[in-house]
């Protein structure tokens, strides 16, 4: 701005520029962070000039969504945001595991640290930050308002950036595995029966022929049940 440098940053960018820091921006930064707002410094002339703050307003139903999880599922929130910001809205969700401050770069690292530990990853973003760890983890679900780059790397896209439709895809991905594990004891139990005995001669195998077609008859009756799923 009038060929000056303006500088907009967090305290790490505050630090790298060896700008001197006020009791009174420090108070006002971190009382931002409390109040689960993004603090800025803004920076001119090598001085703070004051102090931004930005926030995300939690998506509707975030919180119905974080409360009727499985047990069985860990929730962690991974942000680039100060770590008292994302405290805060850890907080509002009652999430337990945080980490903060992270590049796009560190949540991909973050992710596989997870999965090394024998953990299936489920990754939900709308950003440009997003879309690396959307893409390494296990299942990325993009949020439908987000970015075109981070709805191309998720494998599933919430249409309506309702939240409570993560419930509902998990939901039918449950549903759909069992129909699969069925399906498979319809293919076996009727062919594991009936082709060895016709093979011995004692069964017919027109009657053994129309047993392998029975099955496959169940198994495409049991999978148009899924058309039937309410979520």
């Known amino acids: 701005i009038d060929n000056k440098e303006v500088y907009l940053g967090n305290t790490k960018l ?25 603090p800025i410094y803004f920076i001119k002339d090598n001085k703070i000039l004051g102090v931004i703050a930005v926030a995300d307003t939690l998506r509707k ?13 860990e929730t962690y929130i991974l942000t680039g945001d100060h770590q008292k910001t994302a405290q805060a809205i ?3 969700l009652k999430i337990k595991n945080v980490i903060a401050e992270v590049l796009p770069e560190q949540k991909v690292k973050e992710i596989k640290k997870l999965q090394k530990e024998g953990k299936i990853v489920a990754f939900v973003g709308d950003g440009l930050n997003d879309a690396p760890a959307l893409s390494q983890a296990d299942l990325g679900i993009a949020v439908g308002s987000g970015t075109d780059i981070a709805l191309e790397a998720g494998n ?5 950036s309702n939240p409570l ?9 449950q549903k759909t595995f069992q129909t ?3 399906n498979l004891f319809f293919t076996f139990f009727y062919n594991t029966i009936a082709i060895p005995l016709a093979a011995l001669g004692l069964l017919n195998p027109m009657i053994a022929a129309l047993a392998m ?3 496959s008859v169940s198994v495409v009756v049991n999978s148009l049940k899924i058309k039937n799923i309410k979520l």
Do not use: C, M, W
């Open 213 to 215: 077609s029975f099955s």
């Open 61 to 73: 139903n975030s919180q119905k969504l974080i409360a009727k999880l499985p047990q069985n599922i």
């Open 156 to 160: 599933i896209v919430l249409t309506d």
């Open 90 to 92: 850890a907080q509002k």
């Open 165 to 173: 439709k993560i419930l509902s895809a998990l939901h039918l991905s």
């Open 14 to 38: 505050r630090k790298e520029l060896k700008v001197e820091l006020n009791s009174l921006y420090e108070v006002t930064f971190k009382q931002y962070a409390r109040e689960g707002k993004t």
């Open 180 to 182: 699969i594990k069925e």
